[in-house]
């Protein structure tokens, strides 16, 4: 009886141990889960009231891409160069980190965070490595993403967007990081959709009778005048489009490029 009563204890005292192992120490070497947006580190055991709202912080940025001296496959592009590629990020405007609910700042989603509105972006072209480092940088949640390069002859892999803490959690040391390292995700490559097939030559139909044609001379200068009209219109249409979208800009902040 008394053996049977010594194995329930050391059962008991086995489970409760197990009980007290924290289950987010399996998810916290990149303090960021498969679904999450947001890259906060492990904030496990940390106080966020303990954050120097006056802190400013670094983010390193390595942007990652394939080799531009490998060989393309049949029908494929090369691979640009990672070196000045431009990487971006705009603090999320109406986040407060200190002594805020940083559970429900971890579920928040890229759309959430541009539809609260984004500060003015910093813009750095990256190195050849395809490193950047922003300085600076105040206290804040982030949103991190890439611009298109204008080159078309080459392909080159995007930044998937995400959000990141300034600082970010280090549970092992106790403390906030502000001087913190991320390597993005990128974008899954994108497969080309076919084209349309080419249509054959629409058939030539003869003028109908009585009509006649119109000589070559008045047949140009007519699309001449007409070109020129169109030409203008669409001139002056792109200008006030600029410029609404620069106004637009300059109200909202936000991005810089797509």
């Known amino acids: 009886m008394k053996g049977i009563r010594r194995r329930l204890k050391a059962g008991l005292w086995i489970l409760t141990a197990l009980s007290l192992i924290p289950v987010t120490a399996w998810a916290a070497e990149t303090g960021r889960s498969a679904k999450s947006e947001v890259v906060t580190g492990d904030i496990t055991g940390l106080n966020t009231a303990a954050i120097d709202p006056a802190a400013v912080g670094k983010l390193h940025i390595t942007k990652t891409g394939g080799n531009p001296f490998d ?44 539809n609260n509105g984004l500060e003015t972006a910093k813009t750095m072209a990256a190195d050849g490595s395809g490193k950047v480092v922003f300085s600076n940088l105040p206290v804040g949640l982030y949103l991190v993403s890439d611009c298109k390069p204008a080159d078309t002859s080459h392909k080159y892999p995007r930044i998937q967007p995400f959000l990141i803490t300034v600082p970010t959690g280090n549970a092992n040391l106790h403390t906030w990081n502000f001087n913190t390292e991320v390597t993005p995700k990128m974008m899954p490559e994108e497969t080309p959709a076919p084209g349309p097939s080419p249509n054959p030559a629409s058939p030539r139909t003869a003028p109908a009778p009585g009509r006649g044609t119109l000589s070559k001379m008045a047949v140009t200068g007519a699309m001449a005048a007409g070109s020129a009209l169109l030409a203008a219109a669409l001139l002056w249409a792109g200008i006030l489009i600029l410029g609404g979208r620069r106004r637009r800009n300059e109200n909202r902040g936000g991005r810089v490029c797509n």
């Open 71 to 114: 060989e393309p496959a049949a029908g494929q592009l090369p691979v640009g160069p990672v070196a000045g590629q431009i990487i971006q990020i705009s603090r999320v405007k109406g986040v407060n980190l200190v002594g805020a609910d940083w559970e429900r700042i971890r579920r928040m989603s890229v759309s959430e965070a541009k």
